[in-house]
């Protein structure tokens, strides 16, 4: 199971509205929600099976505030591959992490994003 579903509120604190906020909570606890009944439907087939959390790299620091797209140019001139990430990009590791040759791979964040992590 691959849940690639998240949202974001970019607004300041002071800014967001109920409506904003609610929706952010259902989106994400959604995720949370797919995963336990994924999970819940794989036991009892005693195959095992993967449940993949796909998310951008908004997952791991934080940058409310901030206009939407605001720091594009600035991000994607301090990619060290030079360049956006494309969609096969982030396909290529879910098609690993959904095979036999991640069978082992628990609990991990794996961040596609470039290089752009370690700068």
Not at 1 to 10: F, K, L, P, R
Not at 50 to 62: N, T, Y
Request: net charge neutral; no cysteine.
């Amino acid at each position: 199971m691959v849940a690639n579903a998240g949202i974001a509120v970019t607004a300041s604190l002071l800014e967001t509205t109920a409506e904003q906020w609610q929706r952010s909570l259902d989106v994400n606890a959604g995720v949370a929600r797919y995963s336990s009944a994924a999970a819940r439907q794989m036991i009892p087939q005693g195959r095992g099976g993967r449940l993949i959390g796909a998310a951008s790299v908004a997952a791991h620091p934080g940058g409310n505030g901030k206009a939407p797209g605001s720091e594009m140019a600035a991000m994607v001139a301090a990619i060290p591959l030079g360049r956006l990430e494309a969609p096969q990009d982030v396909a290529g590791v879910v098609s690993f992490l959904a095979s036999p040759d991640a069978g082992y791979v628990a609990g991990q964040s794996i961040v596609v994003d470039g290089g752009t992590w370690f700068t």
